[in-house]
């Protein structure tokens, strides 16, 4: 994990990742270069390279519209100037929006796959050289939106759901040059971005009682996950979905009334 691409990192998830990293750089003694993407230069992304930086590794920021492919190719090129080849990409810039399938437009849909799916792809592709010299990993943050349907969220689920088959699909692909490809897939994460749903207690109480293990996750939660899964103790896992969710995704059944025992 010597020199790792993060993308969407000024993000509350990416910002938890790019700290796990640090953090774990300085508790192992590696020197450890973060090239961290946001999709503008600005306050946010100077305050986490320096957050970076305090918590123990050698950080850059980048700026990039992932959407635009040009823009996907450069950044990695950009990365490797400052990095060398990767050892890690962890495509994690991602976006979802209310919106009804029978009223989204073409355009709405065609964003949704190009920053949630098309742009790992074309990462993955403009790093897969230096991975393969580094014999290194992509780990994609996905969503449990993408495993199972979330009504509502236009296509939010599937560009999701295309991403984690990206991953299986990448994952043998690349097999033989050792890159491993993988996907992390959070349920419920309380970040900036969600923080107000969670201040009304109810709301919070409710979403809670949904989750088996209690609690709603946190930036560490997933941070762990993708940490585990960039590293020599993931060295034989790839193609997989890591499920981060506190097992509301196979709570299902249990809410039906009148099962045995309720």
């Not at 450069?74 to 009223?103: I, K, M, W, Y």
Request: proline content about 4%; overall charge negative.
């Amino acid at each position: 994990m010597n020199s790792v691409l993060i993308t969407g990192a000024t993000g509350g998830i990416g910002r938890g990742i790019a700290l796990a990293f640090a953090r774990h750089a300085r508790e192992s003694g590696t020197h450890l270069k973060l090239a961290l993407a946001a999709s503008r230069a600005g306050d946010a992304l100077d305050k986490l390279v320096h957050e970076v930086e305090e918590a123990g590794a050698e950080a850059q920021g980048f700026s990039a519209d992932l959407t635009d492919p040009n823009a996907c190719r450069a950044l990695v090129e950009e990365s490797q100037a400052f990095c060398g080849d990767l050892t890690t990409l962890v495509s994690n810039a991602g976006a979802s929006g209310p919106g009804r399938l029978a009223d989204l437009s073409s355009e709405r849909w065609d964003q949704t796959f190009a920053l949630n799916c098309r742009a790992t792809f074309l990462l993955a592709q403009a790093a897969r050289a230096g991975l393969a010299r580094t014999r290194g990993s992509i780990v994609a943050i996905a969503s449990m939106s993408g495993l199972h349907p979330h009504p509502g969220y236009g296509a939010y689920s599937p560009a999701k759901a295309a991403l984690v088959m990206l991953c299986r699909q990448l994952s043998q692909e690349w097999a033989a040059e050792g890159i491993r490809v993988n996907a992390v897939c959070p349920g419920m994460v309380r970040t900036p971005l969600t923080e107000a749903v969670y201040q009304h207690a109810e709301t919070k109480a409710r979403r809670e009682e949904l989750v088996p293990l209690g609690r709603i996750a946190t930036e560490e939660d997933v941070a762990g996950a993708v940490l585990y899964l960039a590293s020599a103790q993931a060295s034989y896992v790839t193609g997989q979905s890591l499920v981060v969710d506190g097992g509301v995704s196979d709570h299902m059944l249990s809410m039906i009334p009148g099962r045995p025992g309720k």
